[in-house]
């Protein structure tokens, strides 16, 4: 065994490059494993963190209609908790604890949220620490005594070099006075938080009379299971948050103040939840991609390797060396690459998780304002994930090749093919099964895998399909010169050696191409919603705008006869049951506008299970069944909604929120409109917020396109290995042919044209791939784990996009060995020939 | 009628201590369908010398000169490694121990391609013309796996012949044949050499096949 190990490790040192590269192609991916499960987890304890800063240990929300109560509403709230009618179901109450929340600017501009609570309620989770010591009755009592007294984050106190006790300027109010601190935040929060006594937040905000919530937390709490809570840490971001089962106010609460609502924290934090899991979602499966690609080159080497060697393992076994001996160099051998490439792969990972953090962390700010990323915090368990993968896909690929070369035949057998298999019963099998995954309601885990089957199956045919086209343009090219048909030939020939680096970057092309699609449709669709949805210039919203509604709508009539406006909308919100769903109603009256329809957000409408349902009964809401317009979509995430024409309205009277969206010329409507507005209401041009919506879009989806670009590098280097393998093959052919003549740059020529010849073609066979490949992501994967379906756009250019890349892929990757055939001296050319004696 | 004026030829191999000189001011002249023979011991430099004569390798000292019939003389040792190759392609011809056909090229294409390499126009007739002259008019379509050693080196001297050179290198050309398909490719390249004009310098260690040549230059006394 040692002599064999011995001889082998030899062998290898004489093919460096090729070690060296397959070495590097599954360390690229074992790296992006791990970077994206550090960035991943980094950002899911960034979001619990801040989750935890603001909702402490609350694990529900009750909020009045318009995102206030008042506090004679909150006395009988408090009564009924503390008698156990405050909900509907059989949880109980643990805590109940009333916030006050606000903005406010700190001196240099920058916001600060401001959070008043009830400090013997409250289920902030404050450290009462003073001056470093634990809870000390001095800093209950200058909470609660001393005006402005706040606590603030530690990372914050130490990035701006506050200490206990000095005085953080506020714009147009008294400074606040660090009292202590709170757990949490790296500093790095766009805006910070200040946790003041209720009294001071009322004060500061200029707010005496009304309350942000009531805090509240249930037991037991959700837990999850032991499974879903080890396949969260193995794969962060590929399980979708749980959704928790609606919680509902007392009937009889219920009826007497209509828009009081329970909503769980977690759903309150999905304002833009669903772009953020679908963030998540993306980074984990393009890193799981990256892997498998690094994989599947890993298998392609060691299958070359181990046929290349079939005739010596048959010598050895005719010598007596004992079959077991060969199996476990062979394991030993892929060993010990997977171990170089997994010891390489974390350090790399380490670095890129680095690289990532910034537009990580930008995507998170963007999406929720507390939330921001400074550091990779220590976690192990992604490093041992990318070791225990390389190792045991290794091992994995490695044990049918070791049972292959102690099974070597004793005499060598001539024509055995050196490239794996193709099986098409095997494509035909994914295929098979990634219909039934698609054609039963598997949920958006059972799309993924289906996504992967397919791919799989496509990589398969990847050789067959690209020798099938070699052959038609062989015979297309019958009429040129030999030195052009030669590169057609050879392709044909090198199809077998290449065919695994070719299926792997058909599979990253087309998962780009995928993505591409997937990302612009997604993106289209969000900016005609948001175009539907933000269609006036101008939106002014605020509580109280419906008392002062006559003064507005004479302001708006004045200014319709002078021709500024053409029409408004009327539009407020009810928080309401359409059972068994909690949804926000949007009433809506038009003037000057088409009439409002009664409409089920798509969500909604695919929740209750009848997206083309024709009406809709809804007791004591709707006078009988009322017919229902097509959905309309809706990609916020959060609460389901609908939205109805307000005469259809049959409930009790609306408190909810005021919006009135006003068409015109949105510069002259700010301006002959904001002196008549009533106190509290605002006024919104609406196109900086598409602008910023889309903005986050894009932020959101950048990181996925780098996540594309390193699987295609996987591949990429997996194309290097393979066609330096070719031209290692073609050495002697193309050196016989500098002796008898050909010029220098007719071998690279050769080998580029080859090379590109088979890239492009792979090239050619992603793209019916991605096509399939974007339409299970936006018609399966979406939908199933979202409830929304994307408008299928292709983007001009993600066909020719991904044509070059594979082009340009594959004449980078011939390019040296390309160089290398034609800067070759004649002594090499030489010394080649006579090798072969 | 080509003509090869080899004058004072000097070539060493490696260097400092290892240094080997294969042999040194060696003269030699060859005309246009004559043979040659190199033979000696294995190291002793005759495939050397055949490169340095295919402008392959660059000697130390001394001038390679080939004057092709009705051109003017090339002095292959003095000119640069482009000019060499397109002196091989149009003006020399090779047959290698090992054939070293093109395996993705038909028979009748292998020999077209050296044609096409050479310029020359109607490579695919010319290339038939020569496989018919060395006896493989029918298995033209053939791959080259699927010929013999015999056929393989047939088609490798029709290829080596078919752009009409003014001399045909050959390197152990029955080296990797049995006695009796040696003896009929030998025949074969004589005959074709013969019948084109050109000159034949072979490498041999088969004194059978050095005798079939005009000339023999044995190396290896230094």
Known sequence: MTYLWRARRRALRREPLQSALLILSLALGVAVVVAVDLVNAASRTAMASASAQLEGFSTHRLEGPGGSLDLA??????????????LASEDRVRGFAPVLEGRLRLGDGRGLVLL??????????????????????????????????????????????????????????????????????DGASAQPLAVVDLATAQEWLGVTDRLSRIDLALTPPATQSLGRRALERLFPGLLLPNKAPPVALHPALRARYPGLMVRSQAETRLALGGLASAFQLNLAAMGLLAMVVGLYLLYGALTFSVRRRLESFGRFRALGVPQGQLRSLVLREALVFASLGALLGLGLGRVLAGGLLGLVSDTLAGLYDQVAIAALPFDPVPYLKGLLLALGGAFFVAWPLAGEAARAPLLPRAGRPLAPPIRLSGAVGLGLGAALLLSFPTGYLGALAA????????????????????????????????????????????????????????????????????????????????????????????????????VLEAALHAAREAGVVSGWVWRQGVEDWLEPHPVSVVLLEAEGRPAPQLRLSEPLARRLARPDAPTLSWPGRLDGAQALAPFYRAYGGGRPELEMPRALWQGPAPEGPWGLAIYGDAEVLERRLAPILPDGAEMLAQGPVKARALAIFDRTFRVTAVLQTLAGLVAGVGLLSAFAGLALDRQRQLSALRVLGAPRRFAARQLLLEAGLLASLAGLCAL???????????????????????????????????????????????????????LAPPAHVLEVLRAEG | MARLQVDDLTLRVGAGADALTLFSGLNLTLEGGESLALT???????????????????????????????????????????????????????????????????????????????????????????????????????????????????????????????????????????????????????????????????????????????????????
């Not at chain 1, 509403?73 to 405050?86: H, I, K, P, V």
């Not at chain 2, 292998?110 to 390499?117: P, Q, R, T």
């Not at chain 2, 020569?130 to 290829?159: I, K, N, W, Y």
């Open chain 1, 451 to 550: 996504l992967a089957a397919l791919l799989l199956a496509g990589a398969q045919l990847v050789a067959p399909v690209t020798g099938g086209l070699l052959r038609v343009l062989g015979r297309l090219a019958e009429p040129l010169p030999l030195g052009l048909r030669l590169p057609l030939r050879e392709a044909s020939r090198g199809l077998g050696r290449a065919q695994l680096a070719l299926a792997a970057l058909v599979v990253a092309l087309a998962t780009a191409v995928g993505m591409t699609i997937m990302v612009s449709s997604f993106r289209l669709t969000v900016a005609d919603w948001l175009t539907e949805r933000l269609d006036a210039p101008v939106l002014v919203r605020g509580a109280a705008l419906g008392a002062d509604r006559p």
């Open chain 2, 40 to 222: 000696g011991r294995s190291g002793s430099g005759k495939s050397s010398l055949l490169h340095c004569l295919g402008g392959l390798l660059t000697p130390q000292a001394g001038r390679v000169c080939w004057t092709p019939a009705g051109q003017p003389t090339v002095a292959l040792s003095a000119v640069g490694e482009g000019a060499r190759s397109a002196f091989r392609r149009r003006h020399l011809g090779f047959v290698f121990q090992f054939f070293h056909l093109i395996p993705t090229l038909t028979a009748l294409e292998n020999v077209a391609f050296m044609a096409e390499l050479a310029g020359q126009d109607a490579p695919l007739e010319r290339a038939r013309a020569m496989l018919d002259a060395v006896g493989l008019g029918a298995r033209g379509s053939a791959f080259p796996e699927t010929l013999s050693g015999g056929e393989q080196q047939r088609v490798a001297l029709a290829r080596a012949l078919v752009h009409g050179p003014a001399a045909v290198l050959a390197d152990e050309p029955t080296g990797n044949l049995d006695g009796r398909t040696a003896d009929a490719v030998a025949a074969v390249l004589f005959e074709q050499v013969r019948r084109v004009g050109a000159a034949l310098i072979l490498v041999t260690h088969d004194p059978a096949l050095a005798a079939r040549a005009d000339g023999t230059l044995a190396l290896g006394a230094g």
């Open chain 1, 73 to 86: 509403t909150y006395a009988e709230l408090r009564r009924a908790w503390r008698q156990g009618t405050l």
């Open chain 1, 116 to 185: 008043g609570i009830d400090p013997f309620a409250s289920l902030q989770n404050v450290a009462f620490s003073d001056a470093g010591q634990a809870t000390s009755a001095l800093a209950w009592e200058s909470f609660l005594l001393q005006p402005g007294a706040a606590f603030l984050p530690d990372g914050f106190l130490s990035a701006e070099g506050l200490a206990l006790g000095d005085a953080i300027p506020v714009q147009g109010r008294p400074p606040l006075t660090v009292l202590g601190t709170l757990p949490g935040d």
């Open chain 1, 768 to 822: 019916p791939l991605g096509l399939l490949a974007a339409w299970v992501l936006c018609d399966a994967v979406n939908l199933r784990a979202f409830l929304w379906t994307l408008d299928f756009h292709v983007p001009a250019g993600a066909f020719l996009q991904a044509l070059a890349l594979a082009l340009g892929a594959g004449l980078l990757a011939a390019l040296g060995p390309a160089l290398r055939a034609a």
